[in-house]
């Protein structure tokens, strides 16, 4: 158990719809990360929270949005879903800025 | 873009070392070597780290080369639990982590 909690494990839904996904980070981890692993594809980096702010951005789509809340969770909102945002949402936290990554075991979205 | 090299695929035999390559050619001086591997889609799992000298840890061992172009995670008595998505990534200390193609390492019974 890394202690990054992601909510819901399972998500099923219809193309056009919006989601949200929930990370909460390990105790007092400052850092939060969300990736995208599609199937048999590689983990693409979306983007990284840091206190609250913004730090870093990939490839992150203009229908997705996340933020990091004062009480240090995050959440991934993704909008007008296409069956192509099927893929597992995977959640990282980390102390600081520096240092070793603990990921959540994922969010697995399907869009129907 | 991912700034290492990692071959595709690699198998070992139960009980031997596994020893996974790594290639960073333009790795910089600041930048740290990470290995993180993923079983089947669980969440990938943190290793080792180093950055210029050898690490060692209850997982694995971190042999990186003086000139620090390349780097081996040596897993000592692998297991058919460490089949899995091994990750090479180099990494400034504050810099976000991105990942590669990786190896898959098939352990064999």
């Known amino acids: 158990d890394s202690g990054v909690t992601q909510t819901p494990k399972h998500l099923i839904t219809a193309t056009g719809q919006r989601v949200t996904l929930r990370c909460s980070p390990r105790?007092?981890?400052?850092?939060v990360y969300w990736y995208q692993q599609s199937l048999d594809q590689g983990l693409q980096f979306l983007i990284q929270?840091?206190?609250?702010?913004?730090?870093a951005k990939g490839n992150i789509l203009e229908r997705f949005s996340a933020q990091q809340f004062p009480d240090l969770h995050s959440e991934l909102n993704l909008s007008s879903l296409e069956l192509g945002d099927s893929a597992l949402y995977f959640c990282?936290?980390?102390?600081?800025?520096?240092?070793?990554?603990?990921f959540g075991q994922g969010t697995r979205l399907t869009v129907v | 873009d991912a700034k290492t090299t990692q071959p595709p695929s690699m198998d070992c035999a139960e009980g031997r070392a596994a020893n996974l390559p790594c290639n960073h050619s333009t790795i910089s001086g600041n930048e740290y070597v990470y290995w993180y591997r993923q079983i089947h889609s669980q969440g990938p799992q943190y290793i080792i780290h180093?950055?210029?000298n050898n690490e060692t840890n209850e997982m694995a061992s971190l042999i990186i080369t003086e000139d620090r172009k390349s780097s081996t995670l040596i897993l000592p008595h692998a297991t058919l639990r460490d089949t899995a998505v091994y990750y090479c990534i180099v990494r400034v200390g504050d810099d976000k982590i991105i990942f590669g193609k990786g190896t898959r390492l098939h352990i064999l019974p």
């Open positions: 990282a936290s980390s102390p600081s800025l520096r240092g070793r990554a603990f």
């Open positions: 105790s007092g981890d400052l850092s």
């Open positions: 929270y840091y206190n609250g702010e913004e730090r």
């Open positions: 180093g950055l210029k």
